[in-house]
T-cell receptor, first 114, second 115 residues
Framework: GESVGLHLPTLSVQEGDNSIINCAYSNSASDYFIWYKQESGKGPQFIIDIRSNMDKRQGQRVTVLLNKTVKHLSLQIAATQPGDSAVYFCAENIPPGGGNKLTFGTGTQLKVEL | ETGVTQTPRHLVMGMTNKKSLKCEQHLGHNAMYWYKQSAKKPLELMFVYSLEERVENNSVPSRFSPECPNSSHLFLHLHTLQPEDSALYLC??????????????FGSGTQLSVL
């Protein structure tokens, strides 16, 4: 079946630099995408989401870009901080909609070096 | 704080034990979910409840038995588990299951170890 994948399992960045975490999806019918952050010992925490009728969405220090042509999703974190260290994973929603149709990737470990 | 509370945070049980995981959401949501998170694997959906009715069961072994007495509470009853069932079990909720409400709110999970 189709699944969501990530290009890099681990990403190390220097504090203050920008981070870019990538996600590839293979279902062209996916209409909604979401990024979660999971810190050690905690459950996944919502970061940002985007619908397929958009190609960019910005939040506080985070931006999600969607390229439907190549089925690629990215999460950009500006001025990365030590508190950003966590596993980040994306999920896609395949219609018909509903939370139970979210398909998750395995995650990218972001390590922020001081 | 996400508004979804899970207890216990950690659980160690033998293969012959019976235990239950509890989840409570304070968000007024109508849908609740159980996910299994194993190391280096994507989250696996186990069960979905909508307005206290089970609407999805993703081929989960019968040794896992969910219960949803009301829209705020969800349980996962465990019995005769296997060591490979050791994982982080996550509860989540969403407003409902309609388009526009795909966002899931997760609890902190129960880290289960089966000996």
């Amino acid at each position: 079946g189709e699944s969501v994948g990530l290009h890099l399992p681990t990403l190390s960045v220097q504090e203050g630099d920008n981070s870019i975490i990538n996600c590839a999806y293979s279902n062209s019918a996916s209409d909604y995408f979401i990024w979660y952050k999971q810190e050690s010992g905690k459950g996944p925490q919502f970061i940002i989401d985007i619908r397929s009728n958009m190609d960019k969405r910005q939040g506080q220090r985070v931006t999600v870009l969607l390229n439907k042509t190549v089925k690629h999703l990215s999460l950009q974190i500006a001025a990365t901080q030590p508190g950003d260290s966590a596993v980040y994973f994306c999920a896609e929603n395949i219609p018909p909609g509903g939370g139970n149709k979210l398909t998750f990737g395995t995650g990218t470990q972001l390590k922020v070096e001081l | 704080e996400t508004g979804v509370t899970q207890t216990p945070r950690h659980l160690v049980m033998g293969m012959t034990n019976k235990k239950s995981l509890k989840c409570e959401q304070h968000l007024g949501h109508n849908a609740m979910y159980w996910y299994k998170q194993s190391a280096k694997k994507p989250l696996e959906l186990m069960f979905v409840y909508s307005l206290e009715e089970r609407v999805e069961n993703n081929s989960v072994p019968s040794r896992f038995s969910p219960e949803c007495p009301n829209s705020s509470h969800l349980f996962l009853h465990l019995h005769t588990l296997q060591p490979e069932d050791s994982a982080l079990y996550l509860c989540a909720s969403s407003q409902d299951r309609t388009i526009g409400n795909e966002k899931l709110f997760f609890g902190s999970g129960t880290q289960l170890s089966v000996l």
